[in-house]
């Protein structure tokens, strides 16, 4: 495939090759002369053929134009998640009960990655999953650069968060925290050994 961008001079200029595939191809354009808040459109030429058609050997394909406007992408948060003090909720007189709800405590600065990134972000996507694995979900959105995750029957969870610029591009997901549940064990301290199978046994 061949990759052409238009620039500020109007006109489409090739500006690279990449190989393509049945499913496709990417390019990156890191070309150095680029410039910031300036808008440069592309299209792609591909080569293609009709199998067992022998004047169908070589058809010329063109894209449609795409246009973006070039901007800062926005740093990486590295997320941290304040742990749970499981054993003051231990020491309560009476534990757990039905009642009770976790809160998760989440921080996030930006890191300086990628190379050339912005610090500034207009807002953080929160992403949330119950467990170490399975699919993560938009939790919330929040300006600030922390957020807690209240009324939680348990604890035990993991996150990620995303920076998002003014112009909607989005950082890289930062780094997976989670927190691991408080694990309780309730043991019985008497037991009655008198045989009406009531609390007869302590094992």
Do not use: M
Request: net charge neutral.
């Amino acid at each position: 495939a061949v990759i052409y961008r238009r620039g500020q001079n109007g006109t489409f200029t090739q500006i690279g090759t990449v190989p393509s595939t049945a499913t496709g191809g990417t390019y990156l354009d890191n070309d150095p002369t680029l410039q910031k808040q300036q808008t440069y459109c592309y299209y792609v030429q591909t080569n293609g053929r009709y199998p067992g058609v022998a004047y169908l050997n070589s058809l010329i394909n063109e894209s449609q134009e795409r246009c973006v406007v070039l901007t800062d992408v926005p740093c990486d948060p590295v997320l941290t998640l304040l742990p749970t003090n499981c054993d003051s909720l231990a020491a309560l007189q009476e534990f757990p009960t039905a009642s009770l709800r976790y809160s998760n405590r989440l921080r996030w600065a930006p890191s300086s990655t990628p190379n050339g990134c912005k610090a500034e972000a207009s807002y953080y996507r929160i992403y949330y999953r119950t467990g170490t694995d399975g699919p993560y979900t938009l939790l919330d959105s929040t300006s600030q650069t922390s957020y807690t995750h209240r009324n939680l029957s348990f604890s035990g969870g993991c996150y990620r968060v995303q920076a998002v610029d003014q112009y909607g591009t989005r950082s890289n997901l930062s780094n997976e925290a989670c927190q691991d549940n408080c694990v309780f064990f309730v043991l019985p301290n008497i037991f009655t050994p008198n045989g009406d199978g009531k609390n007869d046994v302590l094992v």
